[in-house]
């Protein structure tokens, strides 16, 4: 072992989430803030872990990601941390190794677990002990969906109003523990996206003739999701989950060029969800910038649901999930070496 990798590590693990109201669109792409507010679940299943080592040795950041180095990932990485060099007042540079327990980029949010894991690691390390608020703050830097990650459970993203995007950060609404759904995600393309979500969202903020039809309508859906989650009322979250997520991907659809973000498999198993919900069992879908069908169910739903999306010609693989918890860091005194 080389004498940088004895030096004390902030070891923090994310868990993924995804939205039952979705985020598509930005106010601002330079400071990521979001046109629509959004509700999202936190998996348990899902997450990233990332060792943070500050290293006066170094010159500039080192990061790696499942122990290879990725020169855009690592840009924003370094963009990231310039913050907290700032915020602490240390020019100092860092080690850092991310692994995910799950593919990266497929439509899977690694990007959320991703830049929530980096922000709580980076906090811990620079010595900062932010309060969570201004931890989601930095993370919605390094991507949108991730201001959702550093809570668990059920959790509301705010559009914010001001320019600084100070209020554009992400707050809890209900433990994971007061509604324990479950999730079964249909893995169908575990290829990364043809078009991620900021160009995604820049193209269709700039081109689709419905873009300000669906931010008017967002508080619409967004009262509707709080409401049912307040009153547990499963039908209400089904409804309002799918509608936002088909408006979603017909806005997305609607930009020219096109963004077609559904495969053959996503589709069949958009209708056998339905047909699931038909017969008695409670399930609703929602689908994110990639071609997998998150199925979300009541527990007593889920091996029902599993069956049925593993029938699904061009389902490669099913993920289960319960709902889990918010970021949380330790620190150790060295790193481990990746997986
Ligand atoms: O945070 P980003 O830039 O990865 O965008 C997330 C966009 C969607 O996953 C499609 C919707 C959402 O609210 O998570």
Redesign the pocket.
């Known amino acids: 072992m080389n004498e940088s990798e004895a030096r004390p590590c902030a070891r923090a693990t994310a868990r993924a989430n995804?939205?039952l109201v979705?985020?598509?669109g930005k106010r601002d792409a330079a400071l990521n803030l979001p046109d629509v507010g959004?509700i999202?679940i936190t998996l348990d299943a899902l997450w990233t872990e990332t060792q943070l080592a500050l290293d006066p040795s170094l010159e500039r950041d080192r990061f790696e990601l499942s122990g290879r180095h990725d020169a855009r990932a690592s840009a924003r990485v370094s963009a990231l941390l310039d913050r907290f060099r700032a915020l602490s007042r240390r020019q100092v540079f860092a080690r850092v190794t991310s692994a995910n327990n799950f593919p990266t980029g497929a439509g899977l949010?690694s990007?959320?677990s991703g830049f929530a894991a980096l922000v709580t690691a980076a906090d811990r390390a620079f010595g900062l002990d932010l309060p969570p608020e201004r931890r989601s703050e930095l993370a919605r830097l390094g991507?949108?969906?991730?201001a959702r990650s550093i809570f668990g459970g059920f959790v509301e993203m705010h559009r914010g109003e001001r320019v600084d995007g100070r209020d554009a950060i992400a707050e809890p609404l209900m433990d994971a523990a007061r509604w324990p759904l479950q999730v079964v995600i249909a893995v169908s393309d575990r290829s990364q996206k043809a078009v991620g979500?900021?160009e995604g969202?820049v193209r269709t903020a700039e081109t689709s003739p419905f873009y300000a039809g669906w931010v008017g309508n967002q508080p619409n859906d967004l009262e509707a999701a709080r409401r049912a989650i307040q009153g547990r009322d499963f039908e209400a979250l089904a409804r309002v989950s799918e509608a936002s997520a088909l408006t979603?991907h017909g806005l997305a659809m609607s930009a020219r060029p096109g963004l077609l973000y559904f495969n053959a498999a996503t589709v069949e198993c958009l209708h056998r969800v339905r047909q699931l919900r038909a017969a008695g069992h409670a399930v609703f879908f929602t689908v994110?910038?990639g071609p997998q069908v998150k199925a979300v169910c009541l527990p007593e739903a889920s091996d029902a649901v599993a069956e049925a999306l593993a029938d699904v010609p061009g389902v490669r693989e099913l993920v289960r999930s319960g709902l889990g918890a918010g970021a949380d860091c330790g620190v150790f005194d060295r790193m481990d070496r990746p997986a």
């Not at 991507?143 to 991730?146: D, E, H, K, L, Q």
């Open positions: 995804f939205a979705k985020y598509w959004s999202s949010a990007s959320a991507s949108g969906s991730a979500s900021t969202m979603m994110d910038a």
